[in-house]
């Protein structure tokens, strides 16, 4: 995870971008392990993570009731 984090912290706004392009649709698989969850909680503290991409997320989150609920209910979803 220390790795990812640094990535991270040197990634530019296009690469950040990608970054979210790219878990957008499995988000709720991500969320839902310890070092995803931190992982995530890192993207979206990132300077670059704009307003934007929490909607994104969120709809994303949100695609069935069910899958939303499961990944709030979820000891390492609820972080994110």
């Known amino acids: 995870y220390k790795e990812v984090e640094e990535m991270l912290e ?3 706004k296009d690469e950040i971008n ?6 957008r649709e499995n988000l709720g698989k991500i969320v839902v392990t310890h070092n995803g969850g931190q992982f ?5 503290d990132h300077p ?3 307003t ?6 969120l709809r994303a989150a949100m695609v069935t009731k069910k899958y939303f609920v499961d990944i709030c ?5 609820y972080v994110a």
């Open 10 to 12: 040197k990634a530019t």
């Open 73 to 77: 209910l979820d000891n390492h979803g």
């Open 40 to 44: 995530f909680q890192s993207l979206l």
């Open 18 to 23: 990608m970054v979210i392009s790219e878990i």
């Open 52 to 57: 934007q991409h929490v909607t994104e997320f």
């Open 48 to 50: 670059c993570c704009e």
